[in-house]
């Protein structure tokens, strides 16, 4: 249970103790104090807990702070909210059924189809719209299950399926999106990469393989693989200053592969006369959205990057004020609880 | 259960975040040549395709990767089809597809094929046992001491899935049995799985227990005792390989034991079955078609009048390769039709 207190307090504890050796202070401060206490909790619930864990790591990061006197906190969980937490709370141990849930809700994704069969018509609609296999030869891809014209024509028209490929096309996980951004054309692959990675660390002098310098790719493997914030890269790189590091980045930027993600998609959707709209389906962005959120963390101005630009290929408007909503204020949690607690997931 | 509002107080939402991201990251899936290969042939098990599936969803490279190894296959059936002569298509085929099987092999180890079978063996069973939970012997959720007696030199038999994804089975004798030292033998005895050696134990105070190993997670839940036999190993007959299964023109599936594993060399496949009297009688009006089996191709091999078969059982068919060396049993096909569709 420790490690998992932990991880929970360094993340819910990161914007009043930014400086990692403070939180690990007040971390081990707490935990200490939850086990002096131990007899005095009244189990109510996971929900209950963890408030109960947050309340005493703030009290312990506010003394850290030197706030001595005792400070009303005001942090208990309003009445109505209890639901949610307590039916998200459950999910705590399974980050699989979490994401299972988000995938019936938002792409449409059948909850009585297994796993494998879901995964192979993503393979089949991926061969075919986006690796250029011909429909009547996809079978043959499939890892030996035979299935019929009918059915493989049925998967590729299915609207979750659609949308479980436009998902998965415009998702980037921090290793493939750094990969594409050191070398667009010609994405390095992931073995590669943990050499790239280890020659950038050593500030290894001179050029990289595709011309940049080694500067260059460790500033763009410090942001998008392990996700550093500026002020973070210039500590740890010492002899670089913050306007090198800005064109870096700026020329990153410009190098997002998100866009044309979305182009691709919207090309292969109509040269094959696809009658839905996909690309526009909310709930596809509400799935992004909440994957970049939970999974990686990354802050809503970097969502809004990520997501815009393809979006608006859609014609979907995607704003800072909408993610607000729907992050800030917990919408997406709500409809995620909401749904999980009807659907009985 | 209410859900009063469609937004959450600041608290909440801070609560609720660091909930869900302090949840264990799952691991990317890294998927080996070996397992692609494998995946591309049609011989991987269940794990593995979802492993490999998921690894696929992911990645355009290994999406690449796969489309070239089927391409190994397939160039040589396009080529031979302009060719429009039955015999050079034939040919063509065939070695493209032996050709590709020397990676396939690579790929294949045989302690891998038996530990499959195996896991494939127990899923396949407990599945067919579901409707029948009065012969229910050990589940995964809970840890079922169920004495089944499931022959009579036994009075003990349980099993669990343990947190690193074995398979532990464990039984005891009857007193009367005890025999310190010797060794048992676990197998599955089932009409449509044949049987198949789970795996070898010593007898300790007249406690056994076997390991079936990488078994992973198993909600299936069910296992029919009396599915089992424990033989002391001295006792046992000669060692067996499993079955080849045949399928009929209408659809049957028939068990034929293997007697010695397929084996490649010299330009030609030997394997040895046992086709007894009873099996002969039975089905001496058909004809036993061998085959190739690589993914969507089946390269016929050769093919015997059950009447005719040699009287050992020993198979010989020529193959269009030099390879030397045991063939996995997924990799063989066997059919048996009222007529010869080709005869060598």
């Not at chain 1, 002096?36 to 790591?57: D, I, K, L, P």
């Not at chain 1, 030869?137 to 049925?154: A, M, P, Q, W």
């Not at chain 1, 526009?280 to 101005?301: D, S």
């Not at chain 1, 969502?303 to 607000?324: F, V």
């Amino acid at each position: 249970m420790t490690p998992r207190i932990e991880r929970f307090l360094t993340k819910y504890l990161g914007p009043m103790l930014p400086k990692l050796e403070d939180r690990e202070d007040v971390i081990a401060q707490t935990i200490s104090k939850l086990w002096r206490r131990r007899e005095s909790f009244n189990v109510q619930g996971v929900a209950a807990w963890y408030s109960y864990v947050a309340t005493t790591g703030r009290r312990c990061g506010l003394s850290k702070l030197g706030q001595s006197q005792p400070v009303d906190l005001d942090e208990e969980i309003p009445a109505g909210e209890w639901t949610a937490v307590d039916t998200l709370a459950q999910f705590a141990d399974d980050r699989r059924r979490l994401y299972d849930a988000a995938d019936q809700l938002w792409l449409c994704v059948d909850p009585e189809m297994s796993p494998i069969e879901r995964k192979r018509r993503l393979l089949a609609a991926q061969l075919v719209y986006l690796d250029g296999i011909a429909v009547k030869d996809v079978g043959e891809y499939l890892g030996g299950e035979t299935s019929t014209r009918s059915e493989i024509d049925s998967w590729l028209a299915s609207e979750s399926t659609l949308l479980d490929l436009a998902y998965h096309k415009l998702l980037w996980e921090n290793r493939a999106l750094t990969a594409h951004l050191l070398q667009p054309e010609k994405p390095i692959r992931r073995a590669e990469l943990t050499w790239w990675v280890s020659q950038a660390e050593k500030r290894t002098p001179g050029l990289a393989p595709n011309g940049m310098t080694w500067d260059e790719v460790a500033v763009i493997v410090w942001r998008y693989q392990f996700g550093m914030l500026t002020e973070r890269i210039l500590q740890r790189a010492g002899n670089l200053d913050a306007q090198f590091v800005d064109d870096v980045l700026r020329r990153a930027e410009s190098r997002m592969p998100y866009a044309e993600s979305a182009s691709q998609l919207a090309s292969c959707f109509s040269a094959s006369w696809i009658r839905s709209a996909p690309l526009k389906n909310t709930g596809l962005w509400k799935r992004l959205v909440f994957q970049y959120w939970v999974q990686f963390e990354l802050p809503q101005k970097q969502i809004l990057h990520r997501t815009q630009s393809a979006a608006a290929i859609a014609g979907k408007t995607i704003t800072e004020g909408m993610l607000n909503v729907w992050l800030s204020n917990g919408r997406l949690f709500v409809q995620l609880a909401r749904y999980a607690k009807e659907a009985g997931v | 259960m209410n859900f009063e509002e469609n937004e959450l107080s600041g608290h909440t939402v801070d609560l609720i975040d660091a909930l869900l991201t302090s949840m264990h990251t799952e691991p990317m899936v890294e998927v080996s040549e070996d397992e692609l290969v494998r995946f591309a042939f049609g011989w991987a098990n269940d794990e593995e395709i979802e492993g490999v599936l998921t690894a696929l969803n992911q990645s355009p490279e290994l999406r690449q990767q796969l489309i070239q190894v089927r391409g190994s296959l397939n160039t040589a059936h396009a080529r031979s089809e302009q060719v429009n002569g039955f015999l050079e298509h034939a040919v063509n085929v065939a070695v493209a597809a032996f050709s590709s099987l020397e990676k396939g092999l690579a790929a294949w180890k045989a302690d891998f094929e038996s530990e499959l079978v195996v896991r494939h063996s127990l899923k396949a069973l407990a599945d067919r046992s579901r409707t029948s939970p009065s012969r229910l012997a050990f589940s995964r959720s809970q840890t079922c001491l169920a004495e089944l007696e499931f022959n009579e030199a036994t009075s003990k038999f349980s099993a669990e899935v343990t947190k690193d994804g074995c398979l532990e089975i464990w039984g005891e004798l009857h007193p009367d049995h005890w025999a310190d030292g010797k060794e048992v033998r676990l197998e599955i005895v089932d009409e449509v799985l044949g049987s198949i050696p789970v795996g070898s134990a010593p007898l300790i105070d007249g406690k056994w227990k076997v390991v079936v190993r990488e078994f992973g997670p198993w909600d299936a839940g069910v296992l029919p005792a009396n599915k089992f036999r424990l033989q002391f190993v001295d006792e046992l007959p000669k060692p067996e390989f499993g079955d080849l299964v045949a399928r009929t023109e209408d659809g049957t599936l028939v068990l034929i034991p293997l007697l010695t594993p397929p084996i490649m060399g010299s330009g030609l496949l030997r394997l040895q079955i046992q086709c007894d009297e009873a099996f002969r009688t039975r089905y001496g009006r058909l004809v036993l078609h061998l085959s190739f089996n690589a993914g969507p191709l089946t390269i016929p091999l050769r093919a015997w009048e059950v009447a005719d078969l040699p009287s050992d059982g020993q198979l010989i068919a020529p193959i269009p390769s030099s390879l030397e060396g045991p063939l996995p049993k997924a990799a063989l096909a066997l059919s048996m039709r009222r007529i010869a569709l080709y005869q060598t």
